[in-house]
Structure formats: C-alpha cells, structure tokens
C-alpha cells in the first residue's frame, strides 16, 4: 500500500515537473461551458472538435471575449485551432486592449488549422482582452474555435530604432523544381502596391455569395439553370457588363492592377474553353468575358491579373480522389470507384483551362491560385500530389492527364507539370501559393488587421472584400455593410509601410454593374491616393519596422515618408537616426505645404507643427534627404 502510495506521488511529482509553468490558460471546452469568455449568441457544441467533443462555435457576426491579465513589458504567445464552414467566411483572432500592441489574424479554412499569434506587452500595459470574431455575411454559417491556449515567452524585447541599416534580403527558393521568380520581377507588384479583386459567376444571380451552389447543395443540372431564362431573377446576365467601366474604376481608386475571378469553384468559367464538358461563359452567352476584361485592362494601362480556381464542384471526385474514401459533401456523394476517374478529369480540365488562359490572351502578369485542398481539408500543399505542382509530370502518378493539355518542356521533353506548364507559357508571371508550391509571393487573406514588422524576406499581398462575402450579395449595396473609406485608408498605409501590396476585392451583380456603395467606397479613397501618390507608388517598407496603429514609414529615392495613424496624436514627431544623412526639407504630402524640423547630433530628426486634422485618418509626411536612402 505505501509503496502505491508512493509510486502516486512520484508520477504526480514527475507531471508536475513537465507542466508548463509559462501556460496563462488553455481552453479546450471539454467542462462544457464557455468559462471566462463572454458572448450574447455564441455556445459550446459537440459538433466539431480537435481533439476532444466539444469546441466553441462562433456564430455569423459574433464575438466571444475573455479578459486576461499579463505582465507589462512582456511577449505572449496566443494559439488556437480554427475552422470555417466555408473558405468564404473567415474566424478571426484578436488581441485588443493594447493600443499599439494591438493584433490579429484570419483564417479561412474549412479544415481544423492551428493558428498563432506573437504579441507583447508595454509599459503599464496589464489587461488585454482576446476576441474571436466571425464577420457576418449572407451565408450565416458558423465558425468554431478549440485549444486556444496563452503562453507568456519572457520580456518583451524592444528594438532600438537608429540609423539606416540594410534589410532582410528575399532570396528567391526552389520547390518542386520550380524556383521563386527573382526580385527585379516582381519589382512591378510592388511598384503598383494597389489592386481592384473581382469576383463575378453564376453565383451573382442568387446573390448569396460565390460558395452558394456549395452552401444550399445545389445539383449541377439546377445550377445550370442559373445561366439560362428559366432561372428568372436569379439569371446570370452580363447584360450590363462593361470591362472598361471596371478598368475605369479600378484608376479612379488609384490602383495599378487588377484579378478576375476566370473560374470559381462552381466550375462555370467566364472565357471560351474547347475542354470537353466544360461549362463556360461562350456557350451560355457567346461572350469570353475574360477577353473583354483582358482587353479593357491593357486599354487603362492596368497589369493583368487572373483568378483560377483548381477544384471544381461539377466533379464528385473531388471529395473522394480515390474512389475510396468519400468525404463529408453537401451532395451526398458517396464512395464509388468511378470518383477516381471524375478526379482526373478535373485535373485535366484544370491542365486545359490554364493552358487556354496563358495561350490565348497575351501576357498575364498575375495568377492569384485557388483551392488546391482537397475534399476542404487540409493545406493547400497536402493536395500537390494530385494536382502535381511542380516542374514535371509523374509517370507513376496515377490520375494521368492526356498529353494535349499539357506541354513538354522545350530544353528536354518532359511533359510538364502545372507550375511547369506556367513558367514555360508566361516566363514572367507571379503566382500566390495556392496551388500548393510555394509561390514567388505570400497571401494575407481577410479583413484581420496588419500588424508586424516590415516584410522583406518575402513579399506579401493583403487581399479582402468590401464586403462580407467574396461574390455579390445585398449587404454589397448598402453603405453601412460594408468596410469604408477610411478603413481601406489604413488597410492601404498598413501595407506600404510594410512593404506589402492591397488587393480589395467587389462583387459585380448579375447585370455585371459594381455595387454603388463599393463604387463609392474606392473612388474616394483615389481622392487621397492622387493627393499622396508620391508616397504610394514605388515605394518600399522601411527602412525602420513601424508601430502598430500608430506609425511607420516607407523610403523611395532620398526622402522617406511618414505615415501617421489615428492612434498617433501630436502636432510634433521624433523620427529615428538616418546617420550621416541630412534632412533638408520636410513637407506633409497632401499639399506640400512645409514644416519645420531640427536635426540633432545623433541624426534624430524632431518634426514640429503636424496638422492631423487636415487629414485625420492618415497624416503623410515627407522627408527630404541630400542623399538616397540606400
């Protein structure tokens, strides 16, 4: 009995040694009840969890709040698992209460996917409150959250901001045979820093976003009908669309380059294609509105872009590549051997489509990549051995596709694989990471908030809607629904200061006319854009990491530019050390009109007399240097 006794306290002993002491809480709802965290509609279900029966379900256009108390002048990590009923929506992770130190992220994906955030604290700084958030949107699907745990990391480690030293450098990587395209090549992207995202399909006529054919379970014939009269007011028309009046838009806003949506996951695509049992825009409307946009983008001097999905909903295969092991699906489909061959032949119309888009258009400067996961779970990468997103085409694979869709690699023969084909067809394009390479860029997808330091060893393109939803829905009409001026104001200086590029996204109706209220939205946001284009165009993050919702900076040439946010409010500014560097003049962009400044002996520059209230969203300032930064 004492040696039991014994032998219990020595493993309660050994337990307690390999806890983790840093642990502030974790939360994985197994007690059934929310606990700490506090909201009016959300509740703890047992229909999703990670690892145990219960997580936390957000509902659409719910929060869920906890405060906790942490330690000033510390770093904390906030973990989470995450998921979506739909890559529509988005859950998004919060830390607020901490003024600059302020953050956040959001995820999209339908599959369970653990997510984390680093943060710290300041001075005086002990209360912040962590926040789930699930935007509300047309669809009203929930979202969910699990073993979301807060781990203190030690002291915050504060960077001494003082002279101009060199940045990170990205150099670029090889994956899959296929190397990042090199720097001087997506010099253009960062260059133009602001694109218009269209997203506009068959789904625009049920006007319930573009995962509608998915959401109400909709079956292929019946979603035919949306191209054709029967369908009634739900008809897809087109009839109102005029590429140049988006292209017209998209200038207006001062963007520089635009993405349309060529195909979404309903399989319907908006441009001529001879794939057997495709279902395109051709057919239905004997108009290739992709040529049309094409065409109009070049006419305004605008970079191309292309939006393309892999999966395509048409195919049953898709949740069950195997004919195996079907997935959980709104159709009911279930696991049948012939899902294997309706698999290859969405890769092989994914081989065809893409081969047509960079063959028949003229030079593409973009392609934003969709939906490389398969059956909705998983990574975008965990699909690359069906879809082979590498260099070459494998013999041994076994969804082969016929050798007319692809091409064979002029230097040796091999037939080529989907990234493979892209380098071949379009030397100089960009693409995102979704189709499971690594891409020559990254993707903040949502409307989470941009916090963080300057991204040099990568470049990164922040995309979201005007609105809740990706494809056209009311809430697009109204301007209380969706995000305004203001906050695309901070979104767009968020990324220059980070070296990021702005992606915002509208959804046409069924005539294919851009919502007013979205109209309006990025029209008076070109306003201030033609008034600080100095400051937006061809600039780079830097040379300093900025402070959240508070300030940054971007450099071009021998002047950096200042930005000032509403959490920022002085007439007077201290900008760090530029060295030997001289300022000769500082001015505030929007009207040039001058300010006055003194440098010291360590190369600090104090700017005095700000008027924020000329511009109180986002102030701009310049500093003039009598030499280049770098």
Known sequence: MKKSVLAICLLLSLSAIGQNTNLIFTDGFEARKLGEWKSDLSTITDKEAVNGKFSIEVKSGSKVQRTVTLKENSRYSLSAYLKTAVGAEEIQLNVEGLKFNN???????????????????????????????????????????????????????????????????????????????????????????????????????????????????????????????????R???????????????????????????????????????????????????????????????RAAGLRVGLYKTLINWRYPGYYDVTGTDCKKNSWNYKTDISNKESARQMKEELYSMTKELLTNYGKIDQIFWDGGWLSEQGSDADGSYFWESGKYLDANNQWKIDSRYTEKDKSNGKDLAIMGLVRQLQPDILVNPRCGWRGDYVCEEGGAKISGPVRTSEICEKALSLHYSWGYTPLAEKADKIINASKVKVFLAD?????????????????????KAEADVLREVGTWVNKIQEAVYGTRGGPWNPTDEQFGYSYKGNKIYIYLLQGYQSSTFTMPSTDKLKVKRVYDVSDKSELKFKQNAKGETTITGINQSKNPVVTVLAVELNKNVY
Not at 166 to 177: S, T, V, Y
Not at 193 to 217: C, D, V
Not at 256 to 279: E, I
Request: hydrophobic share 40%; aromatic share 12%.
């Open 235 to 297: 008809q897809f028309l087109g009839d109102k669309f005029d590429a140049n009046a988006w292209a017209q838009l998209a200038k207006d806003a001062g963007m520089k380059y635009m993405s349309l949506t060529t195909q979404h996951h309903d399989g319907y695509a908006l441009f001529h294609s001879k794939y057997p049992d495709s279902f395109n825009s051709y057919q239905t409307h004997n108009r290739d509105f992709v040529r049309e946009y094409v065409d109009a983008c």
């Open 495 to 515: 990324c220059l200061m980070r070296n990021m590029c702005l992606l915002i996204n509208v959804g046409p109706d069924r005539h294919g006319v851009i919502p």
């Open 103 to 233: 953050t956040g992220l959001a995820s999209a994906l339908s599959g369970w996917t653990k997510k984390e955030l680093i943060f710290q604290t300041s001075e005086k700084q002990t209360d912040a409150l962590i926040e789930l958030y699930h935007p509300i949107s047309s669809v009203g699907n929930s979202a969910w959250a699990d073993d979301i745990a807060l781990e203190f990391l030690g002291a915050a480690v504060y960077e001494k901001q003082s002279g101009i030293k060199p940045l990170p450098i990205r150099n670029a990587k090889e994956d899959m045979g296929i190397v990042q395209q090199p720097a001087e090549k997506l010099s253009w992207m960062q260059d133009a820093k602001f694109g218009l995202f269209i997203h506009w399909g068959l789904y625009a006529g049920p006007a319930q976003g573009e995962w509608y054919m998915r959401n109400k379970a909709v079956s292929i014939n019946n979603y035919r009908k949306l191209a054709y009269p029967e369908s009634g007011e």
